[in-house]
């Protein structure tokens, strides 16, 4: 071989080199994101996300019972400032430092409510960018939560980066005991009830809705011959009846009023139902059905106060609509 052909030698080398190195990329290299999977969107157009960084693809997204922790990096926020969201426990836990840890579904604010659903659009290992919207509503949370004077709903805009760095994923609902479902279902109310003392009406009712779909999957169907079954049903009652609870504070009288038909199905001698019931039906004008509630209630607890203080004023109330009526009627006849 003569040396003018060397050289050709050589460089078919480095082709094929080059060639091989441009087919198979070396591990360094990071896989390029699949566009569907690059920028997401939720379904109510709160949060959006652009994946930076490809996170484990073989994982499952963080469920319901999950913990782990994050590291993230405020890009920008209006609405609030920093110093708030980071100093005010009303606000958020998460937003206090970075690294932090998280539980999900044990969010107390909506800001962290927000950033658990966030997250769960994450796999391990991931980094991407969200734009987060979140609507604050002290005015249904006793006023706790606020970041201006004014207590009215106003909206806070987050933009931030995230990575989940660790994640113990829990396992399907489906497949927790019934046991472990009712555990947790009772850790949520106690939750709820310690907020709603708080006067935090929104964030105890997250917690009393958790618990309730919980309770009634840990009451489970009568084959499963679950032993607390009864237990269940009654925690599934307490939660309605707080459910109810955060309605009356809303007034929303018709909610309280299906919640709390909801409860007497099953606990008819129920008196703070029956009462709170019979307020709603009241604030309806709805007399006749408020009056009959109380008079069970009464029955069943003849001195208790506040039921006989609200049904003579049920009763007046009743009897000066019924005068005005027949006052019209007599009239239109006359």
Same mark, same amino acid.
């Given at each position: 071989?003569?040396?003018?052909?060397?050289?050709?030698?050589?460089?078919?080398?480095?082709?094929?080199?080059?060639?091989?190195?441009?087919?198979?990329?070396?591990?360094?290299?990071?896989?390029?994101?699949?566009?569907?999977?690059? &920028?997401?969107? *939720?379904?109510?157009?709160? %949060?959006?996300?652009?994946?930076? /960084? #490809?996170? @484990?693809?073989?994982?499952?997204?963080?469920?319901?019972?999950?913990?782990?922790?994050?590291?993230?990096?405020?890009?920008?926020?209006?609405?609030?400032?920093?110093?708030?969201?980071?100093?005010?426990?009303?606000?958020?836990?998460? &937003?206090?430092? *970075?690294?932090?840890?998280? %539980?999900?579904?044990?969010?107390? /604010? #909506?800001? @962290?409510?927000?950033?658990?659903?966030?997250?769960?659009?994450?796999?391990?290992?991931?980094?991407?960018?969200?734009?987060?919207?979140?609507?604050?509503?002290?005015?249904?949370?006793?006023?706790?939560?606020?970041?201006?004077?004014?207590?009215?709903?106003?909206?806070?805009?987050?933009?931030?980066?995230?990575?989940?760095?660790?994640?113990?994923?829990?396992?399907?609902?489906?497949?927790?005991?019934?046991?472990?479902?009712?555990?947790?279902?009772?850790?949520?109310?106690?939750?709820?009830?310690?907020?709603?003392?708080?006067?935090?009406?929104?964030?105890?009712?997250?917690?009393?809705?958790?618990?309730?779909?919980?309770?009634?999957?840990?009451?489970?169907?009568?084959?499963?011959?679950?032993?607390?079954?009864?237990?269940?049903?009654?925690?599934?009652?307490?939660?309605?009846?707080?459910?109810?609870?955060?309605?009356?504070?809303?007034?929303?009288?018709?909610?309280?009023?299906?919640?709390?038909?909801?409860?007497?199905?099953?606990?008819?001698?129920?008196?703070?139902?029956?009462?709170?019931?019979?307020?709603?039906?009241?604030?309806?004008?709805?007399?006749?059905?408020?009056?009959?509630?109380?008079?069970?209630?009464?029955?069943?607890?003849?001195?208790?106060?506040?039921?006989?203080?609200?049904?003579?004023?049920?009763?007046?109330?009743?009897?000066?609509?019924?005068?005005?009526?027949?006052?019209?009627?007599?009239?239109?006849?006359?």
């Amino acid at each position: 071989m003569s040396e003018n052909e060397k050289p050709k030698e050589n460089g078919s080398e480095e082709t094929k080199e080059n060639k091989g190195t441009e087919d198979n990329p070396t591990a360094s290299e990071p896989r390029p994101i699949p566009e569907p999977l690059k &920028f997401r969107e *939720s379904l109510d157009f709160t %949060i959006t996300k652009t994946m930076v /960084t #490809e996170g @484990d693809v073989d994982s499952w997204p963080p469920r319901f019972g999950s913990s782990g922790s994050i590291q993230f990096n405020i890009i920008s926020i209006s609405g609030a400032t920093h110093e708030q969201i980071s100093s005010t426990e009303t606000l958020s836990r998460y &937003f206090v430092s *970075s690294p932090c840890e998280f %539980i999900i579904g044990s969010a107390e /604010t #909506e800001l @962290d409510r927000q950033l658990e659903r966030c997250i769960q659009m994450m796999q391990l290992n991931e980094s991407s960018q969200f734009n987060m919207r979140v609507l604050l509503e002290p005015n249904l949370n006793g006023g706790v939560g606020k970041c201006k004077e004014a207590c009215e709903p106003d909206w806070i805009s987050i933009e931030l980066n995230i990575t989940l760095d660790a994640l113990c994923n829990a396992d399907p609902i489906y497949k927790w005991f019934n046991e472990t479902k009712l555990n947790k279902a009772l850790d949520f109310h106690s939750a709820g009830v310690r907020l709603f003392k708080e006067k935090r009406y929104l964030d105890s009712f997250h917690m009393f809705k958790t618990a309730y779909k919980l309770s009634v999957l840990a009451r489970g169907l009568p084959t499963d011959n679950y032993g607390d079954t009864a237990k269940a049903q009654n925690l599934m009652n307490l939660c309605c009846n707080n459910l109810a609870a955060c309605h009356f504070q809303w007034k929303n009288n018709q909610s309280v009023i299906d919640l709390s038909e909801k409860v007497l199905e099953s606990d008819p001698d129920n008196v703070k139902t029956l009462y709170r019931k019979s307020v709603s039906n009241k604030a309806l004008q709805e007399y006749d059905e408020a009056e009959k509630d109380l008079i069970k209630a009464k029955k069943l607890e003849p001195n208790n106060r506040a039921v006989s203080d609200e049904l003579g004023r049920v009763q007046h109330l009743k009897k000066t609509t019924e005068a005005k009526l027949a006052q019209r009627m007599s009239k239109m006849f006359a």
